[in-house]
């Protein structure tokens, strides 16, 4: 079945220290899949996006790139900011279930 | 414009009482979704409406929970005899068009959630 492995963290960095959290899936067919993003006290919403193989969906300095040779929607950020503290999720589109979350702390 | 809505924001019940929680999706959105967040825990799917198909019913953790989905627009999801360990945050999730096919791409936009405390 579908499904979405997610580094679990918590990751803590230094202010503008390079990011990656990795995520793999399992699917059938052609997924989209998704980075979700949850702020302290807000809501999830979405920070990027890829359709299609060797896509790259990008947003607020973060990237991921769709690579379906490898299964995998790695999210990277080259320098981040405090600002970036939340919790982070990656999403497979049409199997509605989510990444564990990896909690980024960001110290300055 | 709006976003999806929930309601009550917090809601603190007795252990053995009934709730419903509320949401209030974007309008024109065919699909919705329940979540269940768990303190220092990921997303925990519940089910999920598309237009008039049988609801996806699949993540409902007991026969406690249940949820309904009235003329395709709002859905209550109701929790019988609370436990304690139905404390958690529920969120609900609404998308222009559910997951058909091969190559959906349905961004869900969330609601703020409710918070379920049961003592």
């Known amino acids: 079945g579908n499904s979405v492995t997610q580094m679990e963290g918590p990751v803590t960095l230094s202010e503008e220290a390079f990011l990656t959290i990795n995520c793999t899936y399992t699917?059938?067919?052609?997924?989209?899949l998704f980075w979700y993003v949850q702020y302290p006290g807000e809501g999830l919403q979405l920070l990027l996006k890829?359709?299609?193989?060797?896509d790259k969906g990008s947003n607020k300095g973060f990237e991921a790139t769709y690579r379906k040779e490898t299964t995998s929607f790695h999210l990277e950020k080259g320098s981040v900011q405090v600002s970036d503290s939340a919790v982070y999720f990656c999403?497979?589109?049409?199997?509605?279930?989510f990444g564990a979350g990896t909690r980024l702390t960001v110290k300055p | 414009g709006a976003g999806v809505s929930q309601s009550p924001s917090n809601k603190v019940t007795e252990k053995g009482k009934d709730v419903e929680l509320r949401c209030d999706p974007i309008?024109?959105?065919?699909?919705l979704y329940w979540y269940r967040q768990s303190l220092g825990q990921g997303l925990e799917f519940l089910i999920y409406?598309?237009?008039?198909?049988?609801?996806?019913k699949s993540g409902l953790p007991s026969d406690r929970f249940s949820a309904e989905r009235t003329g395709g627009s709002v859905s209550t999801l109701t929790i019988q005899r609370t436990q304690q360990e139905d404390s958690a945050v529920y969120l609900c999730?609404?998308?222009?068009?559910?997951?058909?096919?091969?190559?959906?791409?349905?961004?869900?936009?969330f609601g703020p959630g409710t918070r379920l405390t049961v003592l």
């Open positions: 999730a609404s998308s222009i068009e559910g997951t058909s096919g091969w190559s959906s791409y349905n961004e869900q936009f």
């Open positions: 309008s024109g959105h065919t699909a």
């Open positions: 999403a497979l589109s049409y199997d509605m279930r």
């Open positions: 699917a059938t067919g052609y997924p989209s």
């Open positions: 890829a359709t299609k193989a060797d």
């Open positions: 409406f598309q237009g008039n198909s049988a609801p996806d």
